[in-house]
């Protein structure tokens, strides 16, 4: 009558056991070995690879507290001056409410070296109410659309996870309306973002947390995606 052993024996300087199985029939007795530990190993050594380098990458996040030249940053809850003083004695102009969208493109042209492009949009509403009916009687909206060049730092990069900072100046393109005003006004103005620390986790997909001071506001959070065709077998 067959019957089985089955043991697991611990070998040394492997990530996993290795198992015996002994088998015994009438026709004699059998043993296999298997090792699973190959497998394991490649995983432990991909994920203790760092980032490649000399990827491109694709960028999509939320900024809080943006900075725009005239009027300092969204997180005030004070309106454009001028919108104030549009308000009569009958109605008031609830805080503005601030959406900032950022979208960046760039290059690793090595392990430390990153050279793009941020696109940022930074877009304010705030609504005017009658003081007595609480009914809103007007909509104000100011739009900031920033582009400008980006150059970043990586300072670390530990296996899928990456430090850096940051520089970018451009050119901003400022558009708002006002009720006194026969048509929209458009202006042109300056962007900036200066990131003095950035994280981002992950290797193909990724996501990412800049602090830093600028358009792109104090707090930029979101996804990212990186690709490199040439480098396809390393990731």
Known sequence: MAFLVVSAISTPNTLSAQYTYR???SLGSYKVQF???ET??????WV????VACTHELRAGLGFAS?????SYTTDDIWIPQ???VASEDTKIAPPRWVTLNFDYGYWCNEWLYVGASFTWSGGFAKEFAETTFKRVDT???NAFGLMPMVRFAWLRRNIVQLYSGIGIGAAFYYYEKPQY??????PGASYDVTFIGISVGRKWFGYCDIGTGTRGVISMGIGYRFNAKNRSER
């Open 23 to 25: 088998f015994r029939d």
């Open 35 to 37: 090792t699973p530990h």
């Open 40 to 45: 394991s190993k490649y995983r432990a050594a």
């Open 48 to 51: 203790r690879k760092p980032v």
């Open 67 to 71: 900075f725009l030249p005239d009027i």
């Open 83 to 85: 919108f104030n003083n």
């Open 140 to 142: 104000y909206n100011y």
């Open 182 to 187: 026969h048509k929209p006004r458009r202006e």
